[in-house]
């Protein structure tokens, strides 16, 4: 090996010995900062696994609490209580224990504790929508289809749709229900268990179903 060669080795390894020396701590440090985001984000990631699997846990409590048979009489307060101890918690489960309880409410005959049960709720987006349709649902029944209208507002899913023409057929606004029962009709799939009632609906307000599209 040339002389040349070796001054060159020597050279390149006492810049790298100076260079660790000057910034061997930021180097350390920076190691010991990603090994902690690694490490936080590995715990972070288990937590939330563990908060899922509570919140799961503390909805099928719900539910096993609602589920009776025979003349039993579901343990409302108590499963109020359990849904209480969701906040915190995976919020879709918190909303779907309250639906839950919203259902068993409306079966103990206790429909205007069901309203007040889904009025509070202030659901995931994901869950929005079916919150929504649930409580225009109650309100049409117990004879408040104005207020059924407000909280749908100007949804144009086929589910909301159908409930709006329910709602307007209550307020007594025939054509109007029969011109969102056709549109709910347009945009329903042909094989949807719900397309029986809703060409029931239109004929029943003067309307006339859309024939099936022929397949292509």
Not at 90 to 95: A, K, L, M, N
Request: aromatic share 4%; proline share 5%; hydrophobic share 40%.
């Amino acid at each position: 090996m040339a002389i040349d060669d070796l001054l060159d080795e020597h050279e390149q390894g006492e810049r790298v010995r100076n260079w660790l020396k000057d910034n061997g701590t930021g180097l350390i440090a920076g190691i010991a900062l990603g090994l902690a985001a690694i490490l936080g984000w590995q715990w972070w990631q288990k937590d939330k696994l563990q908060g899922k699997q509570q919140a799961y846990t503390a909805y099928q409590d719900v539910d096993d609490l609602l589920q009776v048979e025979g003349d039993d009489t579901p343990d409302l307060d108590k499963a109020r209580l359990e849904i209480a101890g969701l906040d915190g918690k995976d919020p879709i489960y918190r909303d779907l224990a309250t639906l839950r309880l919203a259902r068993a409410q409306v079966d103990a005959g206790k429909t205007d504790d069901a309203i007040a049960t889904l009025r509070a709720l202030k659901p995931e987006p994901a869950l929005k929508a079916l919150v929504d349709q649930r409580l225009a649902r109650l309100l049409v029944e117990t004879g408040k289809p104005d207020e059924a209208l407000s909280v749908l507002g100007q949804s144009k899913d086929s589910a909301s749709l159908e409930i709006r023409g329910d709602a307007e057929l209550a307020a007594g606004k025939t054509d109007v229900a029969r011109d969102l029962y056709l549109k709910a009709l347009t945009g329903l799939d042909i094989a949807s268990p719900q397309r029986r009632l809703l060409e029931l609906k239109l004929t029943h307000v003067g309307g006339t179903p859309p024939k099936p599209a022929e397949p292509a």
